[in-house]
């Protein structure tokens, strides 16, 4: 057990939230740079709101580690963003949402924040997944932490009971990803060595869903090898879409949200890295490592 009383990464005591005041900007977590694909979605549908986007960078990549690594990393992230002035925190990140969206939601928000609000990307992916095929076989792509929380396949079936559901995990594509090897001769074996995987698990599937936001990077290498006929799924799209009509719905939220269209970033890691490593979203960011960005609100 943690000793909630020692400071977390971020210098603050664990889950902690400190009394910084909203309206401020839609907060973005993820475990490293893989949420920019989500991100750009968001500013692409919704570009009035101010947004800021906080990567974990110096522990990329959570698909390998632990619930209770994974639940006290996100929970420091979401601390962070907080005492920034978000009163709304997306988690762009599958392992968080899988692994720790729930228990920080039900468990942790109401004693801490009550008056903010965290959300996954999950649920928007889970809602739609089942439209996007034919034949009524889906697979989904993910990290070993996604499939084996078997989140995914627990909350399709709330909205497509007859759905056939296979998963597979990917531990290489994150870092693939991350070390920018995007176009190499490994990067094709591993991909298509997974995609044979899926296919050997239920060759009916039609559709499938990249349940992590790192893999859209991949997406046209997954295409050229995929039957022409199987339909591939990002999930950025769908969140944007869904989290517009989240704020529709709740103006209390929308109301605390800053709409300035300005677009920031924070890092755990190293700032130069992380800018770099931006390129590969097709991104040209500057950041500040999260330990001297407070004079961002």
């Known amino acids: 057990m943690m000793n909630k009383s020692q400071p977390d990464l971020f210098g603050a005591p ?7 005041q909203y309206p401020g900007p839609i907060g973005v977590f993820d475990s490293g740079l893989g949420g920019l694909t989500i991100l750009n979605q ?25 619930f209770e690594t994974v639940l006290r990393y ?23 949402s899988a692994k720790a969206l729930r228990s ?12 903010r609000r965290i959300l996954g990307v999950l649920r928007p992916s889970t809602e739609e997944a089942g439209h996007f095929t034919h034949s009524g076989h889906l697979g989904i792509l993910a990290t070993p932490g996604t499939v084996r ?23 290489l594509w994150v870092p693939l ?26 060759p009916l599937i039609d559709a499938v869903l990249l349940a992590c936001t790192h893999y859209p990077l991949l997406i046209d290498l997954v295409r050229s090898i995929v039957p022409p006929n199987v339909k591939i799924i990002e999930q950025g799209p769908l969140i944007a879409e869904k989290l517009q009509t989240y ?4 103006p209390e939220i929308r109301s ?20 770099e490593k931006s390129a590969l979203f097709g991104m040209a960011i500057e950041a500040d490592q999260v330990e001297e960005a407070h004079h961002f609100l």
């Not at 664990?14 to 910084?20: D, E, F, N, R």
């Not at 919704?46 to 990567?55: A, E, N």
């Not at 995007?182 to 591993?190: A, I, K, N, Q």
């Not at 704020?247 to 709740?250: G, I, P, Q, V, Y």
Request: a neutral charge; proline letters at 6%.
């Open 14 to 20: 664990y889950g902690t939230v400190t009394p910084m």
């Open 104 to 115: 920080l939601q039900q468990e942790w928000l109401p004693a801490a924040a009550p008056d």
């Open 247 to 250: 704020l529709e719905k709740h």
């Open 149 to 171: 929380s078997n989140s995914y396949p627990i909350e399709i079936s709330h909205f497509f009971p007859k759905l056939a559901v296979s998963q597979l995990a990917c531990p």
């Open 42 to 66: 968001l500013t692409k549908r919704l570009p009035q709101f101010d947004y800021l986007y906080l990567g974990d960078q110096a522990r990329v990549p959570y698909g390998t580690r632990s």
């Open 256 to 275: 605390r949200c800053t709409t300035k269209g300005t677009v920031r970033y924070i890092t755990t890691d190293k700032k130069e890295g992380f800018c």
């Open 74 to 96: 996100t929970k420091e992230g979401v601390t962070e963003l907080f005492s920034r002035g978000c009163a709304l925190v997306i988690l762009a990140c599958n392992t968080a």
């Open 177 to 202: 990803v991350e070390a920018g090897e995007l176009h190499s001769e490994g990067t094709r074996f591993f991909v298509a060595r997974d995609l044979k995987r899926l296919f050997e698990l239920d």
